[in-house]
């Protein structure tokens, strides 16, 4: 996926005026933080679980080599096949090529965010392949050609009324007097243009939440029961993850499920957890032929051992986009790549670089809502400001905030001198601001001043007036 | 009882020290009513936040040295501000790992280092302050004092003690107000967003005044609101627990100078 992530500003300029977004944005509060809230409440040892998750998960990558070859050693002896990708570009080739090998001609999917990382789907359509969305969230994005903006709720920028157009656009055998103004009607109607493509389908594709060495299987939780459908009706079934999915047994799995739906929808647990290790065996009613998991790397080795290791815990709840003020602002698109929010601000940079994605780990107040809700307690504002540094060592900032900062700098290491310029400059500006009390425009404040009256110094600084004291002076 | 009087080096913050130097005699008055010494070392400006957030080590370190070096020997220090003692307290020994006397040094500020009005009620055990102040007021939990330091119970325990004192609780008051130090100039409109949701939640309280423990949250919030012409007055926390409200509130004009609303609400 081609990202937008360098007019960060120009799309949030954008996101801000669109009212239909806004709109929809709303939701994201009201629909996650509550839930969210009353869940850790009913669970008295949620931040021990927090605890042991991010325990379980800085184990699994202080060894993830052993895990993971002993997670391909299983997946072996149950009879599916690991295929390591390094690049996004090898993952999508390798998909293509089991595809291929099957004569694929549809394939269904159930939601991974790592295919919109590869940008697998343009990839297997050019190819001639009909790639069907089976999400209800993904496959209303797929009928509009967007990307998802949120991990969780990749639909969560549309209102309901748009969800309903969208529908009534692109499937034409619906009658124009069928409701669809409920949330319940529009999955029904999604359901059923779905079920026939389930069937048709030769290869399915998943993600994963976790991948379990000590078994081989993967583990995916949803709501709709889509990704079931998806791996268990065509002959070919793909799981597409990343490296960091890893956890060593079932048990660190099911510790670090009880903190993820939780912390994503509020849920307990998620509608479908579900677990499948290799293809159909002899007994089994039912299952794939073929059982294949791509594992990708795409930069995760390089974050391994670095200031950005923390991040490869994250399980992709949501919490930190659910709970961040500029992300309410703005939303998912305007943040420009696959990832958004503060998990997307650390991890968007690592992937694609901090020269495509710098704005990201800028544009943040480090309000510390984010880790103050992250399940895996990862350090998000500490990893943005490592961005800025990284940046700041390669020149990459703006030159106008450099040297606006080489410039307080010279002045804020030299107490002093500091002291006798200040005072000189807050006496002149009280004395200009005294009447109003206010500024409505200041010369070299305009990011301030376009949007907020900047008040009026008192007038002498505090050193001064404290000196005067100390020295028997009056106050004023 | 003079001699076992704490030693507190005043932090006084930047935006204090050039803004609002009232607020700073209110700890003062604070401290000193708490029985406390008070100095103010003058070989300090800032705590470095606007360098350590725009990713500037070196000048984030050189004045993090001249911090640990200026509130050497105190017993503690104390700044009316919950972001700027939490990046002393939080952040500092962070900056010397590769310097373990530095280190030592920065970790033992740390451990002396509180927010004011945590400060009274958690480390002096202040259970109650005298104020005539009177006015419904509403109490904006800033970030880092908020999520860094845990500074949320403790202001709204002393304003409670205050006879003349209602506090209206607004919604939301956790969610950041769009200051972020050098975010607001970054990125105006994001910033704007925020502001304009904060001022909105102020406005429905209902309450005549609007306090925080943060002069950069309270500037921005009272710029919101002055300019959307809304008539709350704003100020920081310690002022009202000081009883030194005799300085006219946030961006309002110096007593006897009324300020033309009209002119001023565009």
């Known amino acids: 996926m081609q990202s937008t992530s360098p007019a960060f500003k120009d799309n949030a300029r954008d996101a801000l005026a669109d009212q239909q977004l806004q709109k929809a944005l709303q939701n994201v509060k009201s629909g996650f933080i509550g839930k969210r809230a009353k869940a850790r409440d009913r669970l008295p040892e949620f931040d021990d679980l927090r605890d042991a998750s991010r325990d379980i998960k800085n184990h699994t990558l202080a060894n993830i080599d052993f895990y993971l070859e002993r997670y ?66 993904e496959y209303i994005i797929q009928l509009r050609k967007e990307a998802p903006s949120h991990i969780i709720a990749p639909a969560v920028h549309l209102t309901k009324d748009q969800v309903e157009a969208d529908f009534r656009h692109h499937h034409k055998d619906l009658p124009d007097e069928r409701p669809l103004s409920e ?136 919490a930190c986009m659910n709970h961040c003020p500029v992300y309410h602002a703005v939303g998912g698109h305007a943040y420009g790549w696959v990832y958004p929010g503060p998990m997307g601000a650390v991890l968007t940079p690592s992937l694609i670089g901090v020269d495509e994605a710098g704005q990201l780990p800028n544009a943040s107040t480090f309000c510390g809502r984010c880790e103050a809700v992250c399940p895996m307690r990862i350090p998000l504002p500490k990893m943005m400001r490592h961005w800025r540094e990284r940046e700041f060592e390669r020149h990459l900032s703006p030159k106008a905030v450099r040297a606006g900062l080489g410039f307080w700098a010279f002045f804020a290491r030299r107490p002093e001198l500091y002291h006798r310029i200040a005072g000189w400059k807050m006496r002149a500006l009280a004395a200009f601001g005294r009447s109003k009390g206010r500024f409505d425009a200041l010369p070299f404040t305009g990011g301030w001043t376009k949007h907020r009256d900047f008040p009026a110094p008192q007038g002498k600084t505090f050193q001064q007036l404290w000196a005067e004291k100390q020295t028997g002076g009056g106050r004023r | ?27 003062v008055k604070l401290l000193e009513q708490a029985g406390c010494e008070v100095a103010v070392p003058r070989a300090q400006t800032c705590c470095g936040q606007p360098a350590y957030n725009s990713g500037d080590r070196a000048d984030t370190k050189a004045i993090a040295e001249q911090v640990i070096a200026a509130f050497d020997g105190f017993d503690y220090v104390v700044a009316p501000s919950g972001s700027c003692a939490s990046m002393i307290k939080k952040h500092y020994p962070g900056l010397f790992t590769d310097d373990p006397p530095l280190r030592a040094k ?57 006879t003349g004192v209602e506090i209206r609780e607004m919604e939301e008051s956790n969610v950041c107000c769009g200051f972020g130090g050098t975010f607001c100039v970054k990125y105006p409109d994001i910033s704007n967003k925020m502001v304009t949701n904060k001022a909105a939640f102020v406005a429905a309280s209902g309450a005549d005044t609007l306090l925080a423990g943060d002069l950069g949250c309270l500037m921005n919030m009272a710029g919101k609101l002055q300019r959307q012409g809304v008539a709350v007055q704003v100020r920081h926390v310690a002022e009202v627990l000081a009883d030194m409200t005799h300085e006219p509130a946030i961006g309002q004009p110096a007593i006897g100078e009324a300020a033309d609303e009209e002119s001023i609400a565009s």
């Open chain 1, 72 to 137: 391909e050693e299983k997946v072996t002896e149950s009879g599916g096949q690991v295929h390591w990708a390094a690049t996004a570009e090898e993952a999508r080739a390798m998909i293509l090529k089991i595809c291929r090998d099957v004569d694929a001609r549809v394939v269904t999917k159930g939601k991974s965010m790592i295919s919109e990382e590869i940008a697998l789907n343009a990839h297997l359509e050019e190819a001639g392949l009909d790639v069907v969305e089976t999400d209800l969230g």
């Open chain 2, 106 to 162: 920065a970790e033992d500020l740390a451990e002396r280092t509180f927010e004011l009005v945590s400060f009274l009620t958690d480390v002096l055990n202040v259970e109650a302050v005298e104020s005539s102040f009177s006015g419904a007021v509403t109490y904006h939990d800033s970030c880092s004092g908020l999520r860094e330091l845990g500074v949320e119970t403790q202001p709204r325990k002393l304003l409670n003690t205050l």
């Open chain 1, 183 to 318: 949330p319940t009607q529009l999955v029904a109607e999604a359901r059923q243009m779905l079920r026939q493509r389930y069937l048709e389908a030769d290869v399915g594709i998943t993600g994963a939440n976790f991948l379990v060495a000590e078994t081989g299987t993967s583990i995916i939780v949803t709501n709709e029961g889509n990704g079931d459908l998806t791996q268990t009706l065509p002959k070919v079934h793909i799981v597409i993850a990343s490296l960091e999915k890893i956890v060593p047994n079932l048990e660190d799995a099911t510790t670090i499920l009880r903190v993820l739906a939780r912390s994503a929808t509020g849920q307990e647990f998620s509608s479908y957890t579900t677990f499948s290790t290799g293809p159909r065996r002899a007994e089994d009613p039912d299952g794939p032929e073929q059982y294949h998991v791509v594992l990708l790397d795409n930069g995760r080795s390089e974050m391994l051992g670095s200031e950005f290791q923390d991040m490869l815990r994250c399980i992709r709840c949501g």
């Open chain 2, 1 to 27: 009882m003079a001699e076992t009087r704490p030693r507190i080096g005043l932090f006084v913050t930047c935006l204090v020290d050039l803004m609002r130097p009232s607020v700073g005699f209110a700890a």
